[in-house]
């Protein structure tokens, strides 16, 4: 797209802006530019409406830090689910694909990212303070038995996995880590080396 | 998602309305709103200000029918051009990827669609009727002396080319067709800088 057309043209305006979302590549942003051109004018109304809103309708729920619409959200309400059970993990995108799985029912925390020393994130930069806070005995009447740290098996993930066990395990809560390895389903021949030498050496007895 | 996720969360409506774009799947949706939720408040404004605008700002250019923030687009408006020679192509989109190659340097056309009888997409439904008043003397001082059809080389983009050289050519103006360098069963909007400049050299006579 040529700087005269960026500069000018509505469209090539909001291609650009829209090429500045993650995953979206020039001509992308292009095609979704040219989709909203053609949209019913109802549905651009409701999108636009839905985009200016979002950051201030939303907040972080005051107990597991997940995006909530209030201050406490509807898992953390919600008294049917586990209390004593709390799963951590790095996103809200993280919870809403454990939620998806229909079998967990204890609770969340959501970190908002994982530590990572080479961009300068340390504990202070993640919700790690609000999750300590939530394994005071005077926070609640049921005291938290395990904490599930399901960031990602990557290097990252797999730190911040453990800078939590150290931190937590002294205080008498028990800290696991969900189980990596070859995906269910997946064929074994295509894994890559650092799954399958996972997957070795996270072998159990059968 | 869940339905109780959908109806109460802002995040999970915007990801739901995003999701209605073309090629935006159910993870990418999510992905962009909650990005959107993490983004610089004045992006966002920006984004929202442009969207709700692009449909009000544009509209076609009274001659070649391609989107335009004026009534003559600046391409129709360029005396530089070669305005005897006019590119047909379907959609803007194509304009702006033979545009990329830098060395068209005639005008355009943009049919806003390809016959399709299987769509009921007929030579009404498409800018066929613009296209003619461009043929007929009164209109310039330099008469348009070649049209290039630069539809995709498919069903429909090639019965388009075939039914405008039979409406164009009694009129004694040479109507050429793109060569197939674009892969055949391609789209145009996605062909690389190489094929489009080879398909636009080896145009042939219909």
């Known amino acids: 797209m040529s700087s005269e057309d960026r500069d000018h043209d509505p469209l090539a305006r909001l291609a650009a802006l829209l090429g500045r979302l993650p995953g979206i590549g020039e001509k992308s942003a292009l095609r979704l530019a040219l989709a909203l051109v053609r949209a019913e004018p109802e549905y651009v109304a409701k999108l636009v409406e839905a985009i200016a809103g979002v950051q201030t309708r939303l907040r972080l729920c005051e107990i597991c830090c997940d995006l909530s619409s209030s201050e406490i959200c509807s898992r953390c309400k919600d008294v049917r689910r586990d209390h004593k059970l709390i799963c951590v993990v790095a996103q809200p995108q993280d919870r ?99 799954t399958l030498h996972r997957a070795l050496e996270e072998r159990r007895v059968l």
């Open 96 to 194: 809403m694909a454990l939620e998806r799985t229909g079998i967990y029912r204890g609770l969340y925390h959501v970190l908002h990212g994982v530590l990572d020393p080479r961009a300068n994130v340390g504990p202070a930069d993640i919700q790690v303070g609000a999750l300590l806070k939530r394994l005071s005995p005077a926070h609640g009447s049921e005291p938290v038995q395990e904490i599930i740290v399901a960031t990602s098996p990557n290097l990252e993930g797999d730190s911040t996995a453990l800078y939590l066990a150290r931190l937590i395990a002294p205080l008498g809560v028990r800290v696991t880590r969900i189980a990596s390895g070859v995906a269910v389903g997946g064929e074994l021949e295509y894994a890559d080396v650092t």
